[in-house]
Nanobody, 117 residues
C-alpha cells in the first residue's frame, strides 16, 4: 500500500523556521521524483520544490521560495524534507508531498503551516 505522510507543520512567527517531513512507503522510493506543493485558502495548489531521483538529485524551486526553502531526501529512510527559513505570512498553506515516476503519481494528505504573529 502506497503512503505519503507529511508532518512537521505548525504555527510559527514571521522570520521563523520549520522543517517538514514526508515519510514514504509502498513503492521504490529512490527512483521517484519528489515534490512539495502548497495550497493557501481560496487559492490553487502551487508547486514549491522538486528533487530528482537518486541518480540526479537535482533540485528546483518556485520563485516565491527560492533562497529560503531547501528540499532534500534520504533514500535510506524513504524520507523527503522541506527546510523552510525566513517564513512569511504568505507562506501560510497546507503543504503536500508528491511522488512521481512514469504513470505513478502519489500525494500525501498534507500538513498545515501557519505563519503569524
Amino acid at each position: 500500500q502506497v503512503q505519503l505522510v507529511e508532518s512537521g507543520g505548525g504555527l510559527v512567527q514571521p522570520g521563523g523556521s520549520l522543517r517538514l517531513l514526508c515519510a514514504a512507503s509502498g513503492f521504490t522510493f529512490r527512483t521517484y521524483l519528489l515534490s512539495w506543493y502548497r495550497q493557501a485558502p481560496g487559492k490553487e495548489r502551487e508547486w514549491v520544490a522538486d528533487i530528482g531521483s537518486s541518480s540526479s538529485g537535482i533540485t528546483t524551486y518556485g520563485d516565491a521560495v527560492k533562497g529560503r526553502f531547501t528540499i532534500s531526501r534520504d533514500n535510506a529512510k524513504n524520507m523527503v524534507y522541506l527546510q523552510m527559513n525566513s517564513l512569511k505570512p504568505e507562506d501560510t498553506a497546507v503543504y503536500y508531498c508528491r511522488a512521481r515516476f512514469s504513470r505513478d503519481d502519489y500525494w500525501g494528505q498534507g500538513t498545515q503551516v501557519t505563519v503569524s504573529s
